[in-house]
């Protein structure tokens, strides 16, 4: 070494210096590699994804394999360096020779290869899998000794090496995926497959037609009546009872009409045999469960009962879909408008809305756990019946009764409160 020409000396150096840069670039790629996107690209059978995925079978081996050459080169590098400077500048020259490599093996052989490796993993891991592979098995026998000695001290801290870890994704997970999914996924997919991971936390109640604006045909109504509502209904499937809601006969689908008309009148016998079963559910019912349930019923329509069995609304596969795609159809209900923007920034809001819907067309954050109709929130908030001219804050929200008829608010003026508007700008 003495005797070799300081030409070749500063070549190997280099070479040392890239091969160092190999192995760190190797490693951050290597552990920075997407392993869902892998799998995918190893399903598609690529090869440099199926490389990769043989190294990480055994992340201890890889990262020994990876540790043991760079060490290696850098100590190889560090003898090198000083047979240079020595050559050079006599002994003064090894305290500048190892401030000089450490400077470069910084620069060259570790931030400037992983800051690129983590930047571009698959650009570097792929490539880099073609030398690695065959060098673990030429250097196995070297990296399967240091491994039991490291994993030995592993268990003696009570880690266990050999345990794989646990790719799998909770939905929340799933949910920030798909948020940062970018221009990967269009702006409406993603808004639908978040609707999907959102439907295990709504349950029926809260997307039901309350019992109070159901349409169905009361039997003991006179034939006259019936077929005026039969004429006027926009529904396919409406709900019979007798007297009240509670006492649901069954359900009947309008393309059976033509059959219950006869001679002006309404032929009940008919009627009760063209009926389908009612299908009740309980109203806790979460959309992902209730999905599956219309579709092993194969049921498009159900009752929804509280724990006593009465009757608390109705709701369709239709609702449910829309929480998924949006309003996709248009009918008389659709029509009426619940929320009035006004010039001032308030907005008039009927107070039969629906919370939620609230929420979601304005972006605010009412309450929802509790009552789901704006009327019912403030009575909660209220606990009595107000005057039309009451007013309340909730979560920073002002509201102002502007009409009641009876003992139920009908139109409610509201706006963000200005406070609130200001917190959440600073």
């Known amino acids: 070494m003495d005797e070799a020409p300081l030409g070749i000396l500063f070549s190997i150096l280099v070479a040392l210096i890239i091969f160092s840069g190999f192995f760190s670039s190797s ?17 598609k059978n690529h090869r440099g994804a199926r490389r990769a995925s043989r190294l990480l079978r055994r992340p201890d081996r890889l990262i020994g394999l990876i540790l043991i050459g760079n060490n290696l080169v850098n100590i190889l590098a560090a003898s090198i360096a000083t047979v240079i400077a020595i050559r050079l500048y006599g002994d003064a020259g090894v305290v500048l020779s190892s401030i000089l490599l450490t400077l470069a093996i910084l620069i060259f052989a570790e931030i400037t290869p992983k800051t690129v490796a983590a930047l571009h993993p698959e650009k570097i891991a792929f490539p880099a899998s073609v030398i690695l592979l065959p ?3 030429l250097m196995y026998p070297l990296v399967w000794l240091v491994n039991q000695i490291t994993n030995r001290l592993l268990r ?3 880690v266990d090496p050999s345990r794989q870890r646990d790719h799998a994704i909770s939905s929340d997970e799933l949910r920030s995926i798909v948020g940062e999914a970018g221009h990967h996924i269009p702006d409406q997919h993603q808004a639908m497959l978040l609707s999907i991971l959102d439907l295990e936390q709504v349950t029926v109640n809260d997307i039901m037609i309350p019992r109070n604006e159901v349409f169905g045909i009361d039997l003991d109504e006179s034939d ?5 509502r039969l004429q006027s209904s926009e529904y396919t499937r409406i709900p019979v009872y007798r007297e009240d809601i509670n006492s649901v006969e069954g359900m009947l689908h309008l393309r059976h009409v033509s059959r219950l008309v006869a001679g002006g009148g309404v032929d009940r016998d008919t009627l009760l045999e063209q009926m389908d079963k009612p299908y009740f559910v309980p109203e806790a019912t979460p959309l992902n469960t209730q999905l599956l349930n219309f579709q092993k019923q194969k049921r498009r329509i159900a009752m929804v009962v509280d724990e006593y069995g009465d009757v608390m609304g109705l709701v369709t596969l239709e609702d449910i879909l829309e929480e998924i795609v949006g309003e996709f159809t248009s009918n008389l209900a659709d029509e009426i408008e619940d929320i009035y923007p006004q010039r001032d920034g308030a907005f008039l809001i009927n107070g039969s809305a629906n919370i939620r819907d609230i929420n979601k067309e304005l972006t605010w954050d009412l309450p929802t756990d509790g009552p789901k109709t704006l009327n019912g929130l403030m009575l909660e908030y209220l606990e009595a019946f107000p005057d039309a001219n009451a007013g309340l804050m909730i979560n920073g929200y002002c509201l102002e009764i502007l009409e009641l008829r009876g003992n139920v608010i009908q139109a409610v003026r509201a706006q963000e409160s200005a406070d609130r508007s200001y917190e959440e700008s600073v």
């Open 27 to 43: 490693e951050t790629a290597m552990m920075s590699l997407n392993r869902f996107r892998l799998k995918h690209l190893r399903d």
């Open 156 to 158: 003696l801290f009570g």
């Open 224 to 228: 006259a009546s019936i077929l005026r």
């Open 135 to 137: 060098l673990m098995k």
